[in-house]
């Protein structure tokens, strides 16, 4: 009888049971239901699109620029495509840049022999990558201060750096014969950092130059060097936006990547009908995947990816003022270069630290590049800037990471020019450029360089200023200092006459308490 009992008790449990979880699995489903799915047009996904507030928390990421471009280590990333052009040179719109034959073009003729017979291809079985490690970068990357990370998946080359399953020109088949990106993938998931990739395909289309005399046009080949015919004017084909689209879904649904970013030529009109589509399978993939994603864009050239689509990208630029909606520069280490070259010129640390802070004062990250060599080693003096960067990051880091924006992102005589590529005309900030944060009731105020005889005087937040209306300050310390920072506010701005030693060497915060 105890037994008889003891079983009811039992299958009575497991009825309320069932029913429990036949209950908890219709309001998953029912949460699932009700979650907006996108549909593969704008009215759609501006309409349930909103960017990821994790994001735009971030602050600081890493891109690589690294593939079998890195073996010639000449020109610059672009050298297949530089490599082909023997009477002209011709820019990423197509149009004549320069007559004549182009430097790489001469060089690769004078050292491998006739475009022929060793073509862009050739390089492939010598990129080893011997000496990857994808744990020292990562822990080097961390050690920077970055949080995440985008390594390029594919570049216009047509190599794709992870094991692929649409084209037989990838890293695990070819080459290293390793899966580089999944290899990051790992690491960095493993050490906390956001993992996300670049697809630069778009552009393989026109990217290499086709005549008889080349490889290029050797239909073998086709597959890396993409079907394009000679007509440089020969519209995006159907064919190869089926490549394009097969490539990039494999690469999501692999993957699985946090970010999403694609380069200039995705913009082109013979682009157009992709756009919505892509982006509202990544969105709806972010979906399943129960997490928010980020699709990156440049629209370089007109609004490609309508405002409020995606966060938008600049390189190698950045912005006047502050953008509401988050956005992203990338740019590189180098000043000649995205891919490791023999004469690679760095930018130095104290730049950066100030495009870093400049582009955060205005709601925007900074995407930093490097260019490991072909071995798989990030050379020292592009390791030395990232480390230059962390350890000013570990003073000045609560100034950065998950920031918002002030009234107003600073002051200073040092304006900014907008626009991609536009870095080459800034220049370098002054002990009167001052950026701000905010966080809390704590207004970051950062200095881009020490001012002369360590005083100070900030317009903005002077009593009749527009920006400090109703602000009370309660306290203002430097950060890395243990010193008592003596301040006035006064009608026309907060002065501060000894900030003391500096605590570093490039731009230097001063943490201002508000009263709540």
């Not at 990421?61 to 040179?89: C, K, L, N």
């Not at 390594?151 to 899966?179: C, I, L, Q």
């Not at 073998?220 to 000679?230: H, I, M, R, T, V």
């Not at 040092?414 to 944060?437: A, L, P």
Request: a neutral charge; one cysteine or more.
């Amino acid at each position: 009888m105890k037994k008889y009992f003891l079983g009811l008790i039992a299958f009575t449990l497991l009825i309320v049971s069932c029913k429990t979880e036949n209950k908890e699995a219709k309001k998953d489903l029912a949460t699932t239901d009700s979650i907006p799915r996108y549909e593969p047009n704008w009215e759609s996904i501006k309409k349930n699109y909103k960017d990821p507030e994790w994001f735009n928390n971030q602050k600081f990421g890493i891109f690589i620029h690294w593939g079998a471009y890195s073996v010639p280590a000449f020109g610059s990333e672009w050298y297949p495509r530089q490599m082909y052009m023997d009477t002209a040179t011709f820019t990423a719109q197509l149009n004549l840049q320069k007559k004549g034959p182009n430097a790489t073009f001469l060089h690769h003729k004078k050292k491998y022999g006739d475009q022929k017979n060793f073509g862009y291809k050739d390089f492939i079985p010598m990129f080893k990558a011997e000496k990857f490690d994808a744990k020292n970068w990562i822990d080097l990357f961390k050690k920077s201060g970055a949080k995440y990370v985008v390594p390029v998946a594919d570049h216009h080359d047509g190599f794709a750096m992870y094991k692929s399953n649409t084209t037989r020109w990838n890293s695990v088949e070819m080459g290293p014969k390793r899966d580089v990106l999944g290899e990051l993938f790992k690491e960095g998931r493993a050490q906390g950092l956001i993992m996300g990739a670049s697809s630069h395909y778009a552009f393989n289309w026109s990217f290499y130059n086709k005549k008889d005399k080349f490889d290029t046009t050797d239909p073998e080949y086709a597959d890396l060097y993409s079907p394009k015919g000679k007509d440089i004017n020969e519209p995006v084909s159907e064919e190869f936006k089926k490549m394009w689209w097969d490539r990039t879904v494999d690469l999501i649904d692999n993957y699985q990547p946090d970010i999403l970013w694609f380069d200039f030529y995705l913009d082109i009109p013979d682009y157009a009908d992709v756009r919505p589509k892509i982006a509202a399978y990544y969105y709806n993939k972010g979906i399943e995947w129960n997490k928010e994603v980020v699709l990156q864009d440049k629209n370089f050239s007109h609004e490609a990816f309508p405002e409020g689509t995606v966060v938008y990208d600049l390189e190698r630029g950045k912005l006047p003022g502050i953008r509401k909606l988050p956005w992203q520069t990338d740019t590189s280490i180098g000043k000649n270069s995205w891919s490791h070259v023999t004469d690679w010129k760095s930018k130095t640390a104290n730049q950066l630290v100030d495009d870093l802070v400049d582009i955060v004062s205005k709601n925007g990250n900074l995407l930093l590049n490097v260019g490991p060599k072909a071995d798989g080693t990030i050379p020292d003096d592009q390791a030395k800037i990232l480390l230059q960067i962390g350890e000013w990051l570990q003073v000045n880091g609560e100034a950065i990471y998950d920031t918002k924006y002030w009234n107003t992102f600073g002051e200073g005589p040092t304006e900014v020019k907008k626009g991609h590529h536009s870095e080459g005309d800034n220049k370098d900030f002054t002990g009167q450029d001052i950026r701000f944060t905010k966080k809390g009731n704590k207004l970051y105020a950062i200095m881009m360089a020490w001012p002369k005889n360590g005083e100070v005087t900030i317009e903005s937040l002077g009593k009749n200023s527009e920006y400090a209306k109703g602000i009370k300050i309660e306290n203002v310390t430097l950060l890395g200092s243990k010193k008592d920072i003596v301040y006035k506010q006064a009608e026309k701005g907060l002065s501060i006459t000894n900030l003391g030693d500096k605590s570093g060497e490039f731009a230097h915060t001063l943490e201002i308490t508000l009263s709540e």
